[in-house]
């Protein structure tokens, strides 16, 4: 697929970058959607054969094994990526080598985290399905570079389709475990399965040279050198973003229906990370691509391009968040049954944090554009800091004063990417590039449009004796929608411009 492009002898001129960019955007938004439609489906589906418990308990497993794979992220992929010799064998099998001693240690670390994790949170059904789970990290530590290969030279097209079989091969072993042996032990067999199925296609599916183990000191110092703040940053990241789920699991998981309220919490969150979803395998991307050659080029209109590209942006993502909070109750209401009825309420509680952690990342990526790394660990540390403190003052405050203290957990959480945002935008503004005028703006353009959206149905409900759920969707197309209808001629008229 790749060949015209290193191949000099070629009669077919190479893509440039701009098409690879142009294409790449639109496979990686084809690879967001196919697969969250079949995890939609699958949710769907196996919600019906198995109990929120489950779900409950599916999130605490993978807290732990999602976490020790961050924490343990020394920046492989992206060493390959951006290194001047990230197609050559010797580095590809060094890389090859440190990724699946990496898994073996993951591996590792799970066994041995299996027994107090579970006795931590009191679930002593956690020790086997953590035992189990923890071979991901050996399964996707032996995956080969070739994928990494096609992600440096932005050909997607064979990317996209390992992703979406493995999430095939994982929606039909989840779905047929699940109907013939309903139990959590699906949810699991599913996720192992997809992580097989993974690895196994980027050797089948992907042509290339296969990997070997070899050891050559300096592709490994380079790696490690490079590797050595993404490290720090994304242990720092991930606890920042699932401190609401470690402190969940040991605040309600041992209390009565705690488990069922952290499933149905679990299965909130897939609905929740939609827009982040979106935005870090698209938006963000292109972002600091075009930001970081407007830099180059004319740095004297930076701002100005920076300006215009927030408005884009901020446009889209309120469109995204406003319409997530707005269309959640009905989304639970229409395709869960009623045990999962609380999970609308939760997505909309999620979107606070949610849109800015989204003014986070954009305002990010005028600092790397810039060559500014720092501020990244700068703002996730503070992150981290207010989050904690946060999460836990509105749970407690939640429990006293509205007898819900996952509901004030979910608003406590937003201080921490309020703060996180705050850093970023004051280390944008002493580098002349202001940012938090414009983006407040639009933080009260979106509260006004999710609040009218979001309660409105809740007041003419009772009033028209219509289901709530039901009434806002109706009452989003009414609020929403002519929203919506002006951010596409933004959007539009802005592409245009460029």
Not at 207 to 231: C, D, L, Q, T
Request: aromatic residues 10%; hydrophobic residues 50%.
């Amino acid at each position: 697929m790749g060949s015209n492009a290193l191949d000099p002898s070629s009669s077919t001129p190479a893509p440039s970058l701009k098409q690879r960019a142009v294409r790449g955007t639109l496979l990686s938004i084809l690879n967001v959607g196919g697969v969250q439609i079949l995890r939609l489906v699958g949710n769907v589906i196996t919600t019906r054969l198995l109990f929120p418990e489950a779900y409950g308990l599916m999130l605490m497993v993978l807290v732990l094994v999602q976490g020790l794979h961050m924490i343990s992220d020394v920046g492989i992929l992206p060493s390959i990526i951006q290194h001047k010799r990230g197609e050559e064998r010797d580095f590809l099998d060094t890389a090859w080598t440190m990724q699946a001693l990496r898994g073996g240690l993951i591996t590792l670390l799970g066994l041995a985290l299996a027994w107090p994790y579970a006795k931590f949170y009191g679930q002593e059904g956690l020790i086997g399905m953590i035992l189990v789970a923890s071979t991901q990290g050996l399964i996707s530590g032996f995956e080969s570079t070739n994928l990494a290969t096609l992600n440096r030279r932005i050909e997607l097209g064979r990317l996209v389709l390992v992703n979406f079989g493995a999430q095939v091969v994982s929606f039909v072993v989840m779905v047929v475990w699940a109907y013939l042996s309903p139990s959590v032990w699906a949810l699991l067999a599913g996720a192992l399965a997809g992580d097989v199925a993974r690895t196994v296609l980027s050797y089948v599916a992907v042509p290339g040279p296969r990997n070997r183990f070899r050891w050559e000191p300096e592709a490994a110092h380079v790696i490690f050198h490079f590797g050595k703040w993404i490290f720090v940053s994304t242990l720092v990241t991930y606890l920042g973003m699932r401190f609401d789920a470690l402190a969940l699991g040991k605040l309600i998981g041992d209390t009565p229906g705690g488990l069922d309220d952290l499933g149905v919490y679990n299965i909130g969150q897939n609905l929740a990370g939609l827009p982040t979803l979106v935005t870090g395998q698209v938006v963000i991307w292109v972002l600091l691509a075009a930001l970081s050659e407007s830099f180059r080029d004319d740095s004297a209109r930076f701002v100005e391009t920076v300006q215009r590209t927030r408005r884009v942006l901020n446009a889209a993502g309120i469109l995204m968040i406003v319409g997530t909070a707005v269309g959640a109750p009905a989304f639970f209401y229409l395709l869960y049954d009623a045990r999962y009825a609380a999970a609308g309420w939760m997505v909309q509680l999620l979107m606070l944090s949610t849109w800015f952690f989204f003014l986070q990342e954009t305002s990010v990526r005028v600092e790397l554009a810039m060559g500014r790394s720092r501020s990244q660990m700068v703002a996730n540390v503070a992150k981290l800091v207010a989050t904690v403190p946060g999460a836990l003052g509105g749970y407690f405050a939640g429990q006293h004063w509205l007898g819900n203290g996952m509901a004030g957990l979910l608003v406590g959480i937003t201080l921490g990417s309020v703060v996180g945002y705050a850093f970023v935008a004051y280390s944008l503004r002493d580098n002349g590039v202001p940012i938090v005028a414009s983006d407040m703006k639009w933080t009260l353009v979106g509260l006004v449009l999710a609040g009218l959206g979001g309660y409105t149905p809740w007041v003419l409900g009772p009033m028209l004796d219509v289901d709530a759920p039901l009434l806002s969707i109706a009452v989003g197309i009414v609020v929403v929608g002519p929203y919506a209808v002006w951010c596409a001629r933004v959007i539009l008229r802005e592409v245009r411009r460029q």
